[in-house]
């Protein structure tokens, strides 16, 4: 068989079967179709589309509940007490009772405080270790809170923000400055962004100065409040970070003036007020007896 048999071959396999699904832009002239010797393949053709970005991160690590939780089989008693699924609280319950009580495909025997044991070593019946049947779907919820809170901790106090335009209306701009006092009053960190309108009224350099004055203002009728980083232009694209400081703790470092004792004063004013009426009537009881008395004996004889 020649090479123009082949060569006729391909092309009317080409005519059959490939010409019929080419969009009519991407039709090939029949005088321009490829010719195929006897061994060539007909493979697919795919494209390889490559990832663009940044190095790849870890894959986040699934740590088991075993690890942090105590529950069924781990559970080293042969008696307990029991808070079953109604969170009916059961005492003495055999530990082989409790674990046939539940579902162990989609429930978990949690232990929840540890019994105690005597001065032999032995479990004290009167302290036996408290289990709680629980779903794996709430044990596994429970322990996504606790690594959450645990996050939060360690992030520190979390960046408010607030986005003001430089031709802000005034009944916004009182609004948006409140929330920045509470912001600041309550020790958080508050980071500010003043843009211009995209579209509308655009603001005059005055106005926009008025508005970071009005926020700066702010920042000084908080005590302890002050600005940590400020980046941009007047008029523009403006960021500034404002960190506050909770009263509590500014109030905590005053020492406290010591109160007077006014009770005290009011004694010595009224005792300093009646010591001449007193000698008075000592006076005029000596002087009507015609004798010398002590004063507390002229009170005593006037009746006091």
């Not at 919820?141 to 645990?150: D, L, S, W």
């Not at 960046?159 to 430089?166: R, S």
Request: charged share 30%; proline share 5%.
């Amino acid at each position: 068989m020649s090479r123009y048999h082949l060569s006729c071959t391909s092309r009317a396999l080409y005519r059959v079967f490939v010409a019929p699904n080419l969009a009519p832009r991407l039709q090939i002239p029949l005088r321009c179709a490829p010719t195929f010797s006897r061994n060539t393949a007909l493979l697919p053709v795919t494209s390889v589309r490559t990832k663009v970005g940044g190095p790849r991160k870890a894959p986040a690590i699934r740590q088991a509940l075993s690890d942090i939780y105590t529950f069924d089989n781990a559970i080293d008693a042969d008696v307990i007490n029991l808070i079953d699924q109604n969170g009916t609280f059961i005492p003495n319950v055999f530990f082989n009772d409790a674990m046939r009580k539940f579902n162990r495909v989609t429930h978990h025997l949690l232990l929840i405080s540890e019994g105690q044991v005597d001065e032999f070593g032995e479990p004290d019946p009167e302290h036996l270790p408290t289990c709680k049947i629980i779903t794996k779907i709430d044990l596994r919820n429970q322990y996504n809170r606790k690594i959450e809170v645990a996050r939060k901790l360690e992030k520190g106090p979390s960046t408010k923000n607030l986005e003001l335009n430089w031709a802000i209306a005034g009944g916004d701009l009182k609004h948006r400055l409140e929330k920045l006092n509470d912001f600041l009053k309550d020790g958080k960190k508050v980071e500010v962004l003043f843009k211009p309108k995209k579209r509308g009224k655009k603001a005059t350099e005055a106005e926009a100065k008025s508005v970071l004055k009005a926020v700066t203002d702010v920042v000084d009728d908080c005590k302890g409040a002050g600005e940590v980083k400020r980046e941009g232009d007047v008029g523009g694209t403006l960021t500034v970070v404002l960190q506050g400081t909770k009263l509590q703790e500014t109030n905590a470092g005053k020492k406290a003036k010591p109160e007077k004792d006014t009770n005290s004063e009011k004694d010595i004013n009224q005792e300093e007020r009646t010591r001449p009426e007193k000698a008075q009537d000592t006076a005029y009881i000596n002087k009507t007896k015609g004798e010398t008395v002590a004063p507390r004996d002229a009170l005593a004889a006037s009746g006091w």
